[in-house]
């Protein structure tokens, strides 16, 4: 059977990294790259902080290729629609047919995605579309998958939970409100190790810092604990 060629959306955290690993379970895709969205500005994964040199470590470690789409800090909705109109023309024209999401649960998020990629003439694909999260989160932990948590929403969570282990003991002090994975935006992770890489992405923790933001529509203002990761030689 002729597999289907793909991207796989690539944010450097569980979701995508247990949405790789299934897709690749399958046999169903040709998937020749990664594709993740960098701020230019401080060269770091958008909304995970996560420095670009260890994305593109994970990205050698999974033997995939990595394609990146660079924007300007906290863009507007029209700057990110056109650059990713851009990109999307461009994976078609090189025989891309489907996009791989690690989305769970958000029906205004996929038909986003939809939408856009409906354009491009691109199929979306879900494979962990509407699976129970505690589910998902016992089976990412179970794999063997390991991850930090990089970044908290701090209205939902308190700092502590910054730099912390995404294992069963993280996921019993969660409070009830808090999807255990992170569903709703309240964490992001990255994975350092697990059955999709070759080798563990080596890094140091570095120090825990607070941003503020307020999008450039202006209707709300959030602030983030983030725990920078340094690249170990």
Same mark, same amino acid.
């Given at each position: 059977?002729?597999?289907?060629?793909?991207?796989?959306?690539?944010?450097?955290?569980?979701?995508?990294?247990? +949405?790789?690993?299934?897709?690749?379970?399958?046999?169903?895709?040709?998937?020749?790259?990664?594709?993740?969205?960098?701020?230019?500005?401080? !060269?770091?994964?958008?909304?995970?902080?996560?420095?670009?040199?260890?994305?593109?470590?994970?990205?050698?470690?999974?033997?995939?290729?990595?394609?990146?789409? *660079?924007?300007?800090?906290?863009?507007?909705?029209?700057?990110?629609?056109?650059?990713?109109?851009?990109?999307?023309? &461009?994976?078609?024209?090189?025989?891309?047919?489907?996009?791989?999401?690690? !989305?769970?649960?958000?029906?205004?998020?996929?038909?986003?995605?939809?939408?856009?990629?409906?354009?491009?003439?691109?199929?979306?694909?879900?494979?962990?579309?509407?699976?129970?999260?505690?589910?998902?989160?016992?089976?990412?932990? &179970?794999?063997?998958?390991?991850?930090?948590?990089? +970044?908290?929403?701090?209205?939902?969570? !308190?700092?502590?939970?910054?730099?912390?282990?995404?294992?069963?003991?993280?996921? *019993?002090?969660?409070?009830?409100?808090? !999807?255990?994975? &992170?569903?709703?935006?309240?964490?992001?992770?990255?994975?350092?190790?697990?059955?999709?890489?070759?080798?563990?992405?080596?890094?140091?923790?570095?120090?825990?810092?607070?941003?503020?933001?307020?999008?450039?529509?202006?209707?709300?203002?959030? *602030?983030?604990?983030? +725990?920078?990761?340094?690249?170990?030689?």
């Amino acid at each position: 059977m002729k597999k289907t060629k793909a991207v796989l959306n690539w944010s450097g955290g569980k979701d995508s990294s247990l +949405c790789l690993h299934r897709a690749l379970r399958t046999g169903t895709y040709e998937i020749p790259f990664l594709f993740t969205t960098v701020y230019e500005p401080d !060269d770091r994964i958008a909304q995970h902080g996560v420095r670009r040199a260890l994305l593109e470590r994970q990205a050698e470690s999974t033997g995939l290729a990595l394609r990146i789409m *660079g924007l300007p800090a906290l863009p507007s909705m029209e700057t990110y629609n056109s650059v990713m109109k851009k990109n999307l023309t &461009g994976f078609k024209n090189e025989g891309i047919h489907a996009s791989i999401f690690g !989305d769970i649960n958000l029906e205004d998020l996929r038909a986003y995605r939809e939408n856009q990629l409906a354009e491009a003439g691109i199929e979306g694909v879900f494979p962990l579309w509407n699976l129970p999260t505690g589910r998902l989160a016992e089976e990412f932990i &179970g794999l063997g998958f390991k991850a930090i948590v990089v +970044c908290i929403d701090g209205l939902r969570l !308190d700092s502590s939970f910054t730099g912390r282990e995404y294992d069963r003991s993280f996921l *019993g002090d969660l409070p009830g409100d808090v !999807d255990p994975c &992170g569903e709703n935006g309240e964490f992001h992770t990255f994975v350092y190790d697990g059955p999709i890489f070759q080798k563990p992405v080596p890094f140091t923790r570095g120090e825990i810092i607070y941003r503020e933001y307020t999008p450039p529509e202006g209707q709300y203002e959030a *602030g983030f604990w983030f +725990c920078d990761l340094v690249p170990e030689q």
